[in-house]
């Protein structure tokens, strides 16, 4: 059974920094291309971040694009996202999701994880 455990969610104020991680389970992690999206009140899920199955390719919304990084930790079997200069838009529920192939999301999604950016 496949599971994603998002955590790393909370408060910040415009200008700070967050991590959030997935860990992963019930998969070989090691072999999947991984993605963060984020969905926010009334609006589309969106991609955010994704990053191949190595770690060696990286791909970011124009958005997030020099503010956010995209990781992932093999031996741990988790995925990271670190934001920075966080702005009000960046406010949603943030997921993350096995690829079926690096362009596209697989059917597996955590539960989110919570981020709110404000003052």
């Known amino acids: 059974q496949v599971q994603l455990v998002e955590s790393g969610g909370g408060l910040v104020q415009p200008g700070g920094s967050l991590r959030l991680s997935c860990a992963a389970s019930?998969?070989?992690?090691?072999?999947?291309?991984m993605g963060w999206y984020r969905q926010a009140p009334g609006k589309e899920r969106e991609l955010v971040a994704r990053i191949s199955a190595s770690g060696s390719t990286t791909g970011y919304a124009d958005s997030v694009k020099g503010r956010f990084t995209i990781s992932r930790d093999n031996a741990k079997n988790t995925v990271y996202l670190q934001m920075n200069s966080l702005k009000p838009e960046d406010t949603a529920v943030y997921y993350c999701n096995v690829g079926i192939d690096y362009y596209t999301s697989g059917a597996y999604w955590g539960q989110g994880t919570q981020l709110t950016v404000s003052s």
């Open positions: 019930g998969i070989i992690f090691s072999l999947n291309p």
